[in-house]
T-cell receptor, first 117, second 114 residues
Framework: GAVVSQHPSWVICKSGTSVKIECRSL??????MFWYRQFPKQSLMLMAT?????????EQGVEKDKFLINHASLTLSTLTVTSAHPEDSSFYIC?????????????FGPGTRLTVL | AQTVTQSQPEMSVQEAETVTLSCTYD???????LFWYKQPPSRQMILVIR??????QNATENRFSVNFQKAAKSFSLKISDSQLGDTAMYFC???????????FGKGTKLTVNP
């Protein structure tokens, strides 16, 4: 079946540095991908919708200049956390719809754990 | 606005027994879908079951079934013959056709005891 991968699975960085997280659809194309953030023992919160070839759509309260999203191809979306701070430490998950005809059913990546020191 | 409420933060069940997880939701749309996702300790999100709102018949997937009460906006998950591998966080989620976004409830931590 379709698979979504994320890289890296775990990253530690110093405060003030930038970190890039990749989300790839492995055997299908995704014009849209979604980025979620999950704090410990909490639910998934949608951060933004990544659109291939155009600007991402950010949810209310998410700083677009801090969380840069690029969706340069039909199989790759990247999330860059710029000038990361300890409060950005979280679990970041991406997802992609099964198909255009089934946008409701999402395939989820395994997630990336970000720790900012 | 769409909201999903899971009122049971934690639940436990004995192996081989049956457990029901509750979920209520709110939406103004007629075109929507409901889901239960499982998140084991690995944190990989796994789709458990999907329900199309326009279908009255309750969805079933092997040991997992739902009780979909559209008028009451209720969508509970029943797990029969619980297994140790069912231990996980379970999230109820709503997808609206208009916004094409998934909204998750806060989750229920289920522990299956041997």
């Amino acid at each position: 079946g379709a698979v979504v991968s994320q890289h890296p699975s775990w990253v530690i960085c110093k405060s003030g540095t930038s970190v890039k997280i990749e989300c790839r659809s492995l055997d299908f194309q995704a014009t849209t991908m979604f980025w979620y953030r999950q704090f410990p023992k909490q639910s998934l919160m949608l951060m933004a919708t990544s659109n291939e070839g155009s600007k991402a759509t950010y949810e209310q309260g998410v700083e677009k200049d801090k969380f840069l999203i690029n969706h340069a191809s039909l199989t790759l979306s990247t999330l860059t956390v710029t000038s990361a701070h300890p409060e950005d430490s979280s679990f970041y998950i991406c997802s992609a719809p099964k198909s255009r005809s089934r946008p409701d059913t999402q395939y989820f990546g395994p997630g990336t754990r970000l720790t900012v020191l | 606005a769409q909201t999903v409420t899971q009122s049971q933060p934690e639940m436990s069940v004995q192996e081989a027994e049956t457990v029901t997880l509750s979920c209520t939701y709110d939406t103004s749309e007629n075109n929507y879908y409901l889901f239960w996702y499982k998140q084991p300790p690995s944190r990989q999100m796994i789709l458990v079951i999907r329900q199309e709102a326009y279908k009255q018949q309750n969805a079933t997937e092997n040991r997992f079934s739902v009780n979909f009460q559209k008028a009451a906006k209720s969508f509970s998950l029943k797990i029969s013959d619980s297994q140790l591998g069912d231990t996980a966080m379970y999230f109820c989620a709503l997808f609206q056709g208009g916004s094409e976004k998934l909204v998750f409830g806060k989750g229920t931590k289920l522990t299956v005891n041997p």
